[in-house]
């Protein structure tokens, strides 16, 4: 059951235009999301985040968007440039709590391999 | 700064073995949480430790332990391995105080079970 869906396994986007990476999720306790990338033999490194109180974070090239109804959100990088060919990973976490103590981890997608096309 | 490290990168066990992933957190981190990634799959969280105690734990078997130091380094330990065990175990580390947030991977080990 898997409650954070990346539906599209690559996307490939010609370089200097917009790439947009989905992901759905079903559980409506995690109200924190986050985008990861990821190079081949590298560990994945944070993007971009955004509470469930905001609709829009941007970041220089990167906005996410949340669609809370819709339990939806997206990443937006504009210009793409041929360094964003990576995997990103959407992740969701359940609230955060303030007391160093209980976590459930975040639940990962199975992420979009974007490939940039010069 | 240093960033999370992992030891060993690659290893092959055979089934029934045991085996010990080690990490090292990012400097000023004091929470460490262990993820298994197997192929094409996203990472999965094992559990977490805070404080040296596991404070957070996914759905994975009692098989799979683990440890952290007073220097906030940790140990993932996988007994009696099965052929599903092979994937790439990632650590991540932050500071506490938080359920989850930004963190900060290692590059991973990649264990293969023959």
């Known amino acids: 059951d898997q409650q954070v869906k990346q539906n599209s396994p690559s996307l490939s986007v010609q370089e200097g235009r917009i790439s947009i990476l989905n992901c759905d999720y079903t559980?409506?306790?995690?109200?924190?999301f986050l985008w990861y990338k990821k190079y081949p033999a590298e560990g994945p490194t944070f993007l971009i985040s955004?509470?469930?109180?905001?609709d829009k974070n941007e970041d220089g090239r990167f906005t996410v968007f949340l669609n809370k109804s819709a339990k939806h959100l997206s990443l937006h990088i504009v210009p793409s440039q041929p360094g964003d060919s990576a995997v990103y990973f959407c992740a969701a976490s359940p609230p955060r709590i303030d007391s160093g103590g209980g976590a459930d981890g975040l639940t990962f997608g199975k992420g979009t391999h974007l490939i940039i096309q010069p | 700064e240093t960033g999370v490290t992992q030891s060993p990168t690659h290893l092959i066990k055979t089934r029934g073995q045991q085996v010990t992933l080690r990490c090292s957190s990012q400097s000023g981190h004091n929470t460490v949480s262990w993820y298994q990634q197997a192929l094409g799959q996203g990472p999965q969280f094992i559990f977490q430790y805070y404080r040296e105690e596991e404070n957070g734990r996914g759905n994975f078997p009692p098989r799979f332990s683990g440890l952290q130091f007073p220097n906030y380094s940790s140990e993932l330990n996988v007994n009696a391995l099965e052929l599903d065990d092979s994937a790439l175990y990632l650590c991540a580390s932050r500071t506490g105080g938080m359920n989850t947030g930004e963190l900060f991977f290692g590059e991973g080990s990649r264990l293969t079970v023959l």
């Open positions: 559980n409506s306790m995690f109200d924190y």
């Open positions: 955004i509470s469930s109180i905001k």
